[in-house]
């Protein structure tokens, strides 16, 4: 059975930091392109970034790009994204996912098979 656990997320001023985990058991992890997603209150899901399976690529969507750095411990089976410079606007849960496919710079949420219940990051002001 696949398990797809997130931490780390908080509260935190604007400007702050933070760094959430995934950890996923029962799949090849290194064989999975892994992604975090968000989804803030009353908006949809969205995609934040993604990390090849051997971590020689990476996707950021833009609103991460220059603040969010993702990466993986394979050896761990576990994901990571290190948040700089918060804002009040990246206040969401948090998914991390699990997937096969690759579309380069896309992340369509029916492409990843396995998910976290999540995690929530909270940016005051």
């Known amino acids: 059975q696949v398990q797809v656990t997130e931490s780390g997320g908080g509260l935190v001023q604007a400007g702050g930091s933070l760094r959430l985990s995934c950890t996923a058991s029962?799949?090849?992890?290194?064989?999975?392109?892994m992604g975090w997603f968000r989804q803030a209150p009353g908006k949809e899901r969205e995609g934040v970034c993604y990390?090849?399976?051997?971590?020689?690529?990476?996707y950021y969507s833009d609103s991460a790009k220059g603040r969010f750095t993702v990466s993986r411990d394979n050896a761990k089976n576990t994901l990571y994204l290190q948040m700089t410079s918060l804002k009040p606007e990246d206040t969401a849960m948090y998914y991390c996912?699990?997937?096969?496919?690759?579309?380069?710079?896309?992340?369509?949420?029916?492409?990843?098979?396995?998910w976290g219940q999540g995690t929530q990051v909270t940016v005051s002001s």
């Open positions: 996912a699990a997937s096969r496919i690759l579309r380069d710079g896309v992340m369509n949420e029916g492409d990843y098979n396995y």
């Open positions: 029962g799949l090849k992890f290194d064989n999975y392109l």
């Open positions: 990390i090849y399976w051997s971590a020689a690529r990476t």
